[in-house]
């Protein structure tokens, strides 16, 4: 299992937060979708951010892995 954890950002500000443990990000997306309601989040496992929903409540964002 991965630990995750969920923002929630109003005017910039983290308003809330949620950790939880799912088995992918696939698992995590799934659970952040029942969350979001529209708000601005962003999605991360560890230091690695792996979703960020923007002010556009459909707009989603997933950043490219660096390079190796």
């Not at 939880?20 to 496992?45: N, Q, S």
């Not at 556009?56 to 964002?61: E, F, G, I, L, P």
């Amino acid at each position: 299992m991965n630990k995750y954890r969920l923002y929630f950002i109003e005017r910039g500000h983290i308003t809330a937060a949620d950790a939880f443990e799912a088995v992918d990000d696939g698992m995590a997306i799934a659970y952040l979708e029942t969350r979001r309601r529209g708000r601005l989040a962003e999605l991360w496992c560890r230091e690695r951010i792996v979703r960020r929903y923007t002010q556009d409540a459909d707009a989603a964002t997933t950043p490219e892995s660096p390079s190796r």
